[in-house]
């Protein structure tokens, strides 16, 4: 695999680059602006760029297993995820953030599974979506897209403990949206905060807190 991706590499630079060599020449003199901060997972089958159809320069990525979101501390801390939100919203100013799960998430099925003694961090940050569980040992298929759509929206919930967060959403000037990515289907349903349900994006209306079009 890794000779493969260094062909990949030379295939970009020397077929695909040319296309956006004036596109990214201007990022580099602009600096980069982007209006959206998409916190997704890990998970590979989860292409942000593939599934907006974003150009370069438009999505800030945060990816990380289960796309959870660390509860705010003001005091210390090293953690990517709440430094890059921080850096998203204060220093970029995104006027949006995407909260985005998916179908089939292995960190979600792993919130019903017995815990690896090796796996020490995996296990802590597994804890961040624990609250999203339902009340079940054995969930079928239709209970862990429920599990997946809950942590969105708790997920939602801790960005609104951030200070900066809070205060840009109360104005008006951010707004925050959660994102259930059906992988099989290609299609992406979004939280209605109106209705407290989610519902696939060709039908929505009210997909964000703060209620701004992405």
């Known amino acids: ?3 493969d991706l260094i062909a990949r590499l030379r295939d970009f630079r020397q077929h695909a ?15 980069q602006h982007p209006s ?11 292409v942000p760029h593939l599934l907006t159809g974003a150009a ?13 979101v660390p509860p705010f501390h003001g005091d210390h801390g090293h953690h990517g995820t709440s ?21 089939h998430c292995g960190a979600i099925r792993a919130l019903y599974a017995d815990s690896s ?12 979506g624990r609250d999203a569980r339902l009340p079940v040992h054995a969930p079928d298929a239709a209970m862990l897209r429920r599990t997946e759509q809950r942590s969105v929206v708790l997920q939602l919930e801790r960005l609104l403990d951030y200070p900066m967060v809070r205060r840009r959403v109360d104005a ?31 039908l929505a209306e009210h997909s964000g807190i703060g209620l701004a079009p992405v």
């Not at 370069?56 to 959870?68: C, I, T």
């Not at 939100?85 to 949006?96: D, G, T």
């Not at 979004?190 to 519902?199: A, E």
């Open 1 to 3: 695999m890794p000779d």
């Open 36 to 46: 959206t901060l998409f916190i997704g997972c890990s998970d590979s089958r989860v």
């Open 56 to 68: 370069p320069g438009e999505l800030f990525l945060v990816r990380n297993v289960g796309a959870f």
């Open 83 to 103: 430094a890059a939100i921080e850096f998203a919203v204060l220093n970029l100013r995104v006027r949006n953030i995407v909260v985005c799960g998916h179908s």
């Open 117 to 128: 003694d090796e796996a020490v961090n995996l296990n802590a940050w597994l804890g961040l």
């Open 172 to 202: 008006g000037t951010l707004t925050l949206h959660g994102w259930h990515y059906i992988i099989e289907d290609g299609e992406v349903h979004t939280f209605d905060i109106r209705d407290g349900r989610f519902i696939p994006a060709a």
């Open 17 to 31: 680059f040319p296309g956006y060599a004036d596109a990214f020449q201007q990022l580099v003199a602009d600096g």
